[in-house]
């Protein structure tokens, strides 16, 4: 699935959705606010949300497994993150955080595998 370069998106929301066979990307939207996938469990492949200048709600608090890497960069004004739980992290091949509004991501769980 991919969103990007769209000068029109305020808020991507997937609530049912609970699988996606490839990769998610989300890039370079420059008045995306929220990012909700409140049921999605599996990435196949790659989760990149990067260069989402307004970005500042990402939400996948299910997700259980990265079939590669999850990147969250330059989204400058993401404050809120919540991926996976404490107890049922998600698992991935890598994790890349970085250069996001906020210095610390409590809610954020990962794994490398």
Known sequence: MYVGFNDGIEKIAFPK??????ALVV?????LKEIAFP???KVAK????H???CLEKLEMP???????ELSVVDNTALVHVAVATRTQPASTTAVEV?????????????RSA
């Open 17 to 22: 959705l609970k699988e996606i066979e490839g």
């Open 51 to 53: 260069d989402n200048r």
């Open 46 to 49: 790659y989760v990149h949300i």
């Open 39 to 41: 049921a999605l469990v």
């Open 27 to 31: 890039e370079a939207n420059p008045k």
């Open 98 to 110: 970085k250069n996001n509004a906020t210095a610390t991501y409590a809610n954020l769980f990962a």
């Open 62 to 68: 299910k997700l259980a497994r990265v079939g590669a």
